[in-house]
Nanobody
Framework: QVQLVESGGGLVQPGGSLRLSCAAS????????IGWFRQVPGKEREGVSCINIRDSYTYYADSVKGRFTISRDNARNTVYLQMNSLKPEDTAVYYCAAGPGGAITTLQAMCAMKRYGYWGQGTQVTVSS
């Protein structure tokens, strides 16, 4: 019933752009914090960008700051990750996630995985020349 489905991944050359989409079903996205995470083989999943319910707090990992933008379209129950100036180091499986939110003491805590109970299946992003 509760489902998140990512799309928009693919192969792109360095310097290119992609927009990832995450469509929610079974729940109303505007009542949840949303996060984008990524994972490469042999490494722990890391938070890329997370935004809270009221869109008053937005976190970006230092590695993507200035290049990626998270947004949501509540009317379409969809969250997006616009990725510009892509680098080979951005290659990973990207996951969207949703959680009920809660108090944080640091902005980085927005992307603590324990805050997110619902996860998509992931979409592959490959940046290569």
């Amino acid at each position: 019933q509760v489902q998140l489905v990512e799309s928009g991944g693919g192969l792109v050359q360095p310097g290119g752009s992609l927009r990832l989409s995450c469509a929610a079903s079974g729940f109303t996205l505007n009542y949840y914090d949303i996060g984008w995470f990524r994972q490469v083989p042999g490494k722990e999943r890391e938070g890329v960008s997370c935004i809270n319910i009221r869109d008053s707090y937005t976190y970006y990992a230092d590695s993507v700051k200035g290049r990626f933008t998270i947004s949501r379209d509540n009317a379409r129950n969809t969250v997006y990750l616009q990725m510009n100036s892509l680098k080979p180091e951005d290659t990973a499986v990207y996951y969207c996630a949703a959680g009920p939110g809660g108090a944080i003491t640091t902005l980085q805590a927005m992307c603590a995985m324990k805050r997110y109970g619902y996860w998509g299946q992931g979409t592959q992003v490959t940046v290569s020349s």
